[in-house]
């Protein structure tokens, strides 16, 4: 019958989870890939807001570096005169130093500019003619710089000359892209405006800015957990990221890089997001066009952007697997209540086979098995009634109704179980009733009886029934442990003033009570049975004794 009902609740239990994983899978499924479709959207727009506003702060530095330059540009095609500028050093001079006003205040307006400068064309004078002012990161001012000799570079030396040349070269307002400007040993982004007056070549005029204030910029964009940002210039190098500070050519990539690599110099697409494997983590990558033709990139692990979308699909498995739990949980419960009646009364019977009589029959059901189950318990605890019933009346001495003679070796085998293994503490006190047998020779026993009762009574008034032993006719033991033995002190003094309450309240006979007592704690490393303690215990009450008949 136990098996049949057991069949029957793996049939139910298999159907159960065979349906909720069939629903799990289409409804999970379902969900995940709408969540996935949502996920690349939200990804798509979030990214893509970020590149923007950080693109359009930068653009913003650029867009008033080109606006000064472009200011100090239109005041020398209105006001130089070429004739004059050639022939006339006064003239040269006065111009200059009009110009320079009008240069420390445009570029000391100018966020983010660090030079500025206006360099007249060798043609119109010596090749050292212009202006070129520095910021001084200290006093925060503009100061003049020593202008560079034009006639010592090549044309072609970009790290000195080349912000002079290419433009003229370009013959067009032109941004070039970083490059370490050796003149005042700095990496920097420039914007120079060629100067021409019908075929003559007049000079050009620029401003510069520091790559250091981009990359505070670019390490400031911060997205998801682990996303950053980083410049790439037009040709698909890369100006600045985190871990090439310096920057990095195309032709650098190496194989771990070869993903970027790739999508950097083909056609760079704007509002595109691009997939790339970046030093084994594969990230997602969206750009945005500057306005001097660098690139503003935010990159964003794949993992962070996909979060959302796995969070989900955990969340369903999790769902699943709670759903199947409690389905489980659910079918074992219903198709328990016919089997488990039947196993508990089964592990009952075992347990009381065993000689294990605390048991307890759950069984709620009001059917034939309920009352059979109920008819057991009573039929048990019934047993254990009597036998409760026995063991009392085996442990307990007849006369004084303190714990016998069995029941202190049951206890100290106990105690030695334990002192073997150094868990343990306790105190013994030893008693001998003084003058029984005066009482018993004198009065006769039922006097010596009465004695002995009134004795064991106090004992158990001051220590408890279950720590005091009858050991003989009128020898008696107590054992403390535990919380007892450190109120050991407290319980003797208790004793004493016990006793003497007695004497003085007693009618029953003239004698006085008189118990001798001997107490001795169990020292560890020195006593390796009971008997030890129980010796010096015992030593020392026969000392007791001989101190109390001195007394009298």
């Avoid at 990558?285 to 935010?298: D, F, S």
């Avoid at 009392?392 to 206890?411: F, I, P, W």
């Avoid at 006190?429 to 039922?446: A, C, Q, S």
Wanted: net charge negative; aromatic share 10%; hydrophobic share 40%.
């Amino acid at each position: 019958m136990i098996t049949n009902m057991k069949s029957l609740r793996t049939k139910i239990l298999f159907l159960i989870v065979v349906c909720v994983l069939l629903a799990a899978i289409a409804l999970g499924g379902t969900g995940f890939l709408i969540a996935r479709e949502v996920v690349e959207n939200d990804s798509v727009q979030i990214v893509n807001l970020q590149c923007s506003m950080k693109a359009q702060e930068i653009d913003e530095r650029f867009r008033n570096i080109k606006q000064s330059v472009e200011t100090i540009t239109n005041y020398v095609q209105r006001r130089i005169d070429l004739d004059k500028i050639q022939n006339d050093k006064e003239y040269q001079n006065q111009f200059l130093e009009h110009l320079e006003t009008l240069l420390l205040n445009a570029t000391g307006n100018t966020e983010g500019a660090v030079t500025s400068y206006f360099r007249l064309s060798p043609e119109l004078s010596d090749n050292v003619s212009g202006i070129f002012l520095v910021r001084n990161n200290i006093k925060q001012t503009f100061e003049k710089h020593e202008l560079t000799d034009l006639s010592k570079y090549d044309k072609d030396d970009m790290e000195y000359v080349g912000w002079y040349y290419l433009p003229i070269r370009n013959g067009k307002a032109t941004w070039l892209e970083p490059y370490y400007n050796k003149n005042i040993n700095a990496k920097m982004v420039s914007y120079i405006i060629p100067i021409f007056r019908e075929d003559t070549t007049v000079g050009v005029v620029g401003m510069d800015i520091d790559i250091a204030l981009l990359k505070g910029t670019v390490d400031s964009i911060k997205l998801y957990e682990n996303g950053y940002a980083f410049l790439i210039g037009e040709k698909g190098n890369i100006v600045y990221h985190k871990d090439f500070p310096d920057g990095l050519e195309v032709e650098q990539f190496d194989e771990k890089a070869a993903s970027i690599r790739d999508i950097l110099i083909s056609e760079k697409k704007e509002n595109n997001l691009y997939s790339y494997q970046w030093m084994g983590q594969k990230r997602n990558m969206m750009m945005k066009k500057l306005q001097n033709g660098m690139y503003l990139a935010v990159t964003v692990p794949s993992s962070e952007i996909n979060a959302p979308r796995d969070k989900l699909l955990f969340q369903v498995l999790v769902a699943v697997v709670i759903i199947l739990a409690l389905s489980i949980i659910l079918t074992i419960y219903v198709t328990g209540l016919v089997v488990r009646p039947l196993r508990y009364l089964t592990d009952a019977a075992k347990r009381i086979a065993a000689g294990n009589l605390d048991v307890s029959i759950q069984c709620n059901s009001k059917d034939e098995i309920g009352v059979l189950a109920e008819s057991f318990e009573k039929t048990v605890s019934s047993l254990k009634h009597y036998i409760d019933y026995f063991n009392h009346l085996a442990y307990t001495d007849a006369m004084t109704g303190v714990q016998n003679k069995m029941a202190y070796k049951d206890r100290i085998e106990k105690l030695e179980k334990t002192m073997k293994n150094g868990y343990t503490e306790f105190t013994i006190v030893v008693m001998d009733i003084n003058y029984l047998k005066k009482m018993n020779d004198t009065y006769g026993h039922e006097y010596g009886d009465m004695l002995i009762k009134d004795a064991a009574n106090v004992m158990q008034t001051s220590f408890g029934s279950q720590s005091v032993f009858r050991i003989g006719g009128d020898e008696f033991t107590v054992i403390l442990e535990g919380e007892e033995h450190k109120k050991a002190a407290q319980m003797l003094s208790v004793f004493d003033e016990t006793v003497v309450s007695f004497n003085e309240t007693n009618t029953r006979y003239k004698e006085k009570l008189q118990i001798a007592c001997g107490v001795a704690e169990y020292e560890e490393g020195k006593d390796e049975v009971f008997k030890d303690v129980f010796a010096r215990a015992d030593k020392r009450m026969y000392e007791n004794k001989a101190v109390l008949k001195k007394m009298e």
